[in-house]
């Protein structure tokens, strides 16, 4: 039907509605309208709000309102999904009322909204239930409570309560309803009557064909559907996936499993399934060569291979090595291409060849980035590794997609690729999932250096939408009290570097000797730093100067005369110091995620020097490197990334000119949250006045609690830390024990909560090196990143 002749019908059909309608009203309306609106009334309302409707309406009070605009309301109220009627009145009132912006006065004219509500749904009762939870079954259920009553979802939701039945083994289960209305309040009272049936077990899992090597009681225990347990038709699918993996996994390249035939008894109280299964011979990987690859050569190729001729075959590394051949494609444009492997088998040697078809170059024709909400879309796009006219490129792809995760307020960024009617262009699509750029936070912790201790702060990783990120912060206690405003840029002047500026007051009792609480020690200064970054981020560099006044007072009287004097390794000296530094760092960094790594490496080398040309009162140079590696050990469902962490860190602290002998307060004393859990940070690692060299070593397992996204938000983790300090290279001692100069190490458990603007670790250490006076465990909190 042409689209004119459809609009004439529809507002032929509306007018004479219209006009039905207005028969009993006035007269003296003009049916042709437009209408201007002096009052807007609902009539038919029970249980919906007035605005509910208003809302949704295009009549406002003042406006112009035609016939068109009838069918537009008459779709949208609809829409709602809460009324089972829906027709419009218009009828005259008295007085005329200037457009808004206009000189023409128009008839005052009032909309009515006649509605039918559909009923809500306002009680749920069961009947027959006993082996599923009320909470199961709402949760199943599509249609919730105070909704507008739908049959027909309702319909769909007994087959989601007869699934839910399925997982607990009533597959038989049945489940139908009654309804009561009650027409004067306009809702709806649902009963489901329920019969359980009886719960279905397996009997037998049996295989046809010939006995296989394997024993078939270790080809069953793969499977949930097993003897004796309860029957779960909907984990058949994963049952078969398991028992094929396994037999492959153990040299059986060609063990296969039938789709499962199921066989109830009369009673249907009991399941038999049975597999047709056939697993060949027991093989050895051979030989490895390949047909139709121009882009890459046999070499090139070999390196994607991960087994080796002789080894057991095994599916995973089969499977990983096409993957890996198909990523490697992909990388050069060609994204289509198919790897088909011919097996041989001969003597219990598999020799495979890879026949590739290699397709042709895929470009990049449009790129668009999706999803945003609050933050401009340049804070994205100039993140991309890859632009339009690009070659599509599988790993720039990925690294554009590590960047935008990194900022810290997205939870996930999916890949969207789409075909054009150009066949070798492909458009390519970043949709954004944002996460909460923001957020505040008070509360109270303890932890054994600083005693009890509040914190108050305010995070904003996204301000203005522009990515900046800006931290006031502050920490008060007995021990201890924080002032710290931060704020930073990861672009400035449209370049890849970063802009970072921080202004600090800060209060800590520090530990010296065997004394936690030696003297207070606070520091007033700001920083200031500049990070360029290459390569797409991998490379970056840091320049930083910071300047600050360091005062020392409330030293124990232990520290001072009489008890202790100038040129003593236990004097402490009151007073405060101007400290002026600049530092340079270099870092190489692939992990995928700087915030919550996964896998990848993080190495950096730092210098720093404070004093001498630099002005201040002190002459301190430092050296530092460190080493994180995160390894994915294994992805639970895809999605649920069990990693391990390995740092390891040096550190050096050397004085020179002015300075004879390095400060307390700038040597190393370890222990405590941050190096080796376990220990005590006053005189049980390391030399008690403090080391000028230090070696820190952590591992940790961690097994996610809590994903939004892409991103961890709870952890549970495993450590066990390593290091010590000393004051030169020739006291270091290789070996672990209570001595001063030799290693200690500690083990332990903790929980990470992890957001990118308040980090949050609690951790139980246990030392294993301790002297025999020396408490072996210790709580940390502590709110940071550690690695």
């Not at 009052?39 to 309302?45: I, Y």
């Not at 082996?131 to 027909?152: R, S, V, W, Y």
């Not at 994180?628 to 020179?656: D, E, R």
């Not at 220990?679 to 403090?690: F, H, I, M, W």
Request: one cysteine or more; hydrophobic letters at 35%; glycine letters at 8%.
């Amino acid at each position: 039907m042409p689209k004119r002749f459809l609009l004439l019908f529809l507002s032929g059909l509306l007018a004479f509605s219209y006009a039905r309608a207005e028969e009993t009203v006035s007269q003296e309306v003009d049916p042709n309208g437009p209408w201007m609106i002096c009052d807007v009334a609902v009539s038919g309302l029970k249980n919906i709000r007035k605005k509910t409707v208003t809302k949704a309406s295009h009549s406002k009070k003042g406006e112009l309102y035609d016939r068109f605009t009838i069918s537009e309301d008459i779709h949208d109220i609809s829409a709602l999904g809460n009324f089972d009627q829906v027709e419009i009145d218009i009828s005259r009132m008295p007085g005329t009322r200037t457009e808004k912006d206009g000189q023409e006065a128009y008839p005052c004219h009032r909309i009515t909204y006649l509605v039918q509500e559909k009923p809500i749904f306002d009680r749920l009762t069961y009947e027959g239930r006993k082996h599923l939870g009320k909470g199961a079954i709402t949760q199943a259920m599509t249609l919730k409570l105070k909704d507008p009553f739908n049959e027909a979802k309702l319909e769909t939701d007994l087959e989601r309560i007869k699934a839910k039945y399925a997982e607990k083994g009533y597959i038989n289960a049945n489940v139908t309803y009654e309804l009561t209305r009650d027409e004067k309040l306009g809702v709806v009272y649902v009963k489901l009557i329920i019969n359980e049936g009886e719960r279905v077990r397996v009997s037998a899992v049996n295989f046809n064909g010939e006995a296989p090597e394997l024993p078939v009681e270790k080809i069953i225990k793969k499977a949930s559907n097993r003897p004796g347990k309860v029957f779960k038709p909907q984990n058949l699918q994963k049952d078969w996936v398991k028992m094929t993996l396994y037999g492959r996994n153990k040299g059986y390249s060609e063990f296969t499993l039938s789709a499962p035939q199921v066989e109830m008894n009369e009673a249907k109280t009991e399941a038999a399934i049975t597999y047709d299964l056939t697993e060949g011979e027991k093989v050895n990987f051979g030989s490895v060569s390949f047909e139709g690859n121009n882009v890459f050569t046999q070499e090139e190729l070999d390196k994607q291979v991960f087994f080796r001729e002789g080894k057991l075959y095994n599916q995973k590394d089969f499977d990983d090595t096409i993957v890996s051949i198909q990523e490697q494609y992909a990388n050069k444009g060609y994204l289509q291409v198919r790897v088909n492997p011919v097996k041989k088998i001969e003597n219990g040697r598999l020799d495979i060849t890879f026949d590739i078809s290699e397709g042709h170059i895929f470009y990049i024709d449009n790129i668009d980035v999706t999803g945003y909400e609050k933050t401009k879309k340049y804070v994205f796009t100039r993140e991309l590794s890859i632009h339009p006219g690009d070659l599509y490129d599988n790993e720039k792809i990925r690294r554009s997609q590590t960047k935008i995760l990194n900022l810290g307020f997205v939870n996930d960024v999916q890949i969207d690729l789409q075909p054009t009617a150009d066949p070798q262009k492909v458009d390519l699509g970043f949709n954004i999932v944002e996460g909460r750029p923001g957020m505040f936070t008070a509360g109270l912790a303890m932890s054994s250096m600083d005693g009890l201790y509040g914190e108050v702060s305010i995070n904003h990783m996204n301000l203005f939408g522009r990515a900046q990120r800006l931290s006031l912060r502050t920490l008060f206690g007995k021990e201890i009290l924080d002032y710290t405003v931060s704020w930073s840029t990861p672009w400035i002047y449209d370049k890849p570097t970063s802009l970072g500026i921080d202004l600090f007051n800060t209060r800590r009792y520090r530990s010296f000797y065997t004394e936690n609480q030696a003297y207070t020690e606070k520091r007033l200064g700001g920083r200031i730093k500049v990070g360029p970054r290459f390569n797409d981020d991998i490379y970056q560099l840091s320049f930083g100067y910071s300047f600050e006044n360091i005062d020392i007072y409330d030293i124990d009287a232990q520290f001072l005369p009489p008890n202790a004097n100038p040129g003593d390794p236990n004097y402490l000296q009151k007073g405060d110091t101007n400290m002026s530094t600049f530092s340079v760092d270099f870092a190489i960094d692939t992990r995928d995620n700087i915030w919550d790594p996964t896998r990848g490496w993080r190495n950096s080398l730092g210098l720093a020097l404070a004093g001498g040309p630099i002005g201040g009162d002190l002459d301190l140079w430092y050296l530092n490197a460190r080493s994180i590696f995160n390894h994915t050990v294994w992805n639970v469902g895809g999605n649920y990334p069990i990693v391990f962490v390995l740092s390891n860190k040096i550190g050096s602290v050397q004085a020179y000119g002015r300075t004879e002998e390095v400060p307390p307060y700038e040597k190393f004393f370890l222990g405590g949250a941050d190096t080796i859990r376990g220990y005590e940070r006053a005189g049980e690692v390391g030399p008690l006045y403090g080391g000028d060299m230090y070696y820190v070593m952590n591992a940790e397992l961690r097994f996610p609690l809590a994903r939004e996204g892409r991103r961890n938000m709870a952890q549970l983790a495993f450590f066990f830390d390593l290091g010590n300090s000393w004051n030169k290279f020739d006291d270091l001692e290789f070996s672990l024990g209570p001595d001063v100069n030799q290693f200690k190490a500690g083990v332990g458990v903790g929980l990470r909560f992890t957001t990118p603007s308040l980090p949050i670790r609690i951790d139980w250490g246990y030392g294993l090196n301790h002297k025999s006076n020396e408490d072996r465990s210790h709580f940390y909190f502590n709110i940071s990143n550690m690695m």
